[in-house]
């Protein structure tokens, strides 16, 4: 069964601070990674795609990707109260389906 | 404006109703996808689509049916099989043609046994 682990949380920062969520995955071969974020009530909206090993940034968010130890993480750098939610960490394996396997996602909470 | 559209937001079903949900997208993507959601969980696929005519069983496939006569629509119907499908449930689409496997969503319709 491939899985994808996220913490669930909650991970709390004071407002300013850098928020760091981590996710595992268990299929090796897995080659496309996405960060999802999700308001209560509401539909994930996507926030970063990564392919490559590596750092990719935007804005204020940067993933992680390290493909050898089989995960990959996001940071939000200057967190706002406005970035609390959870974020859904999720995988695309290697066949041509293109299906999606979506960790429990981890809740992040930003204090004023 | 483009974008996939899911209706109704809110449904609740009696025991032994078969109900469907309506997923619409006008952004010309030929694989579309439903989820489900339950609370504090991920997402879980029920069904898929990559082309018109055709769709494969995800994850949890018991308890539902869908059908794609067409690109724009991906209609989900949930039955009476289903033993517990009060759940947050997601349609999305995915762009096709360069290397690119993001899926986009709707905003979703949830679904309450009452």
């Known amino acids: 069964q491939k899985e994808v682990e996220q913490n669930s949380g909650p991970l709390s920062v004071p407002e300013g601070a850098i928020a760091s969520l981590n996710c595992t995955y268990s299929?090796?071969?897995?080659?496309?990674f996405f960060w999802y974020r999700q308001y209560s009530g509401k539909s994930p909206e996507l926030i970063m795609s990564?392919?490559?090993?590596g750092d990719k940034e935007d804005g204020r968010f940067t993933a992680q990707l390290n493909k050898a130890s089989q995960y990959v993480s996001l940071l939000i750098r200057d967190s706002q109260p406005s970035d609390s939610a959870t974020y859904l960490c999720?995988?695309?394996?290697?066949?041509?389906?293109?299906?999606?396997?979506f960790g429990s996602g981890t809740r992040l909470l930003v204090r004023p | 404006d483009g974008g996939i559209t899911q209706s109704p937001k809110y449904l609740f079903r009696k025991e032994g109703q078969n109900v469907t949900l309506s997923c619409e997208q006008n952004?010309?993507?030929?694989?579309m996808y439903w989820y489900r959601q339950d609370p504090g969980q991920g997402l879980r696929l029920i069904y898929y689509?990559?082309?018109?005519?055709?769709?494969q069983k995800g994850d949890i496939a018991e308890g539902y049916s869908v059908s794609r006569e067409k690109k724009e629509s991906f209609p989900l119907t949930v039955t009476s099989a289903q033993k517990n499908p009060t759940a947050f449930y997601l349609c999305?689409?995915?762009?096709?043609?360069?290397?690119?496997?993001?899926?986009?969503f709707g905003p979703g319709t949830r679904l309450t046994v009452l």
């Open positions: 999305a689409s995915r762009e096709t043609g360069t290397r690119t496997d993001t899926q986009y």
């Open positions: 299929d090796r071969v897995s080659q496309s």
């Open positions: 990564i392919y490559s090993n």
């Open positions: 999720a995988v695309s394996p290697t066949d041509s389906s293109y299906k999606l396997i």
């Open positions: 952004l010309n993507h030929d694989a």
């Open positions: 689509s990559q082309i018109v005519n055709d769709f």
